[in-house]
């Protein structure tokens, strides 16, 4: 959901809130999209050598980020300095784009091998629907309440997703 939320949304409020033009605006979606690429390779590198293949710790690291850089755009003011919220669009980046590598290594290893097809799609079937659905949610929130209760909504979410995985099973298949 927050990815298809920050694809949708991130151009439009880095113009019209932040004060970006059309050309920065879309450097913005460029760099929270490299961001993202380059999360799904690291976010497999830290986990491999640095948790030993463990995902979970890996999940909850990139959803405390997803909260953090969230709530950093809805109280974001533009009188604040815009070379600090690059950090914010990577983390961004890193969180919201850059999970999706990790949660289907994790289910792969926590399902039985003759289910991992079947559960990867589930997955991707859910993942999917949040990211069609949710630009139309957050879109309806930012027109009756504006940009700040979008992206707490969002942070909501993300809080959610954070309790979710934190009750989640630990992979067994250690490389």
């Known amino acids: ?19 970006y033009t059309l050309l920065e605006s879309g450097f913005v979606l460029s760099l929270v999209m490299f961001s993202g690429t380059v999360g799904r390779i690291l976010w497999g590198v830290i986990s491999d050598r640095i948790y030993n293949a463990r995902r979970k710790p ?3 690291i990139i959803t405390v980020l997803a909260v953090v850089t969230v709530v950093a755009l809805s109280v974001w003011d533009v009188s604040w300095h815009r070379w600090l919220l690059i950090s914010v ?7 919201t784009a850059g999970w ?5 290594t ?11 097809a079947t559960s990867i799609g ?17 879109g309806s929130i930012i027109d009756h309440y ?14 959610c997703a954070l309790i979710f995985c934190i009750f989640l099973p630990e992979s067994d298949n250690r490389g």
């Open 106 to 116: 994790w289910i792969a290893e926590i399902t039985a091998k003759s289910k991992t």
């Open 58 to 60: 890996i999940l909850i």
């Open 146 to 159: 504006g940009f700040f209760c979008a992206w707490m909504s969002l942070a909501f979410f993300c809080i």
């Open 89 to 95: 669009f990577v983390g961004l980046g890193l969180s």
């Open 122 to 138: 589930l997955s991707s079937t859910i993942g999917w629907l949040g990211f069609s659905s949710g630009p139309i949610a957050f």
């Open 100 to 104: 999706n590598s990790i949660v289907l």
């Open 1 to 19: 959901m927050a990815h298809g939320v920050v694809v949708v949304f991130i151009i439009l409020y880095a113009n019209e809130k932040l004060g």
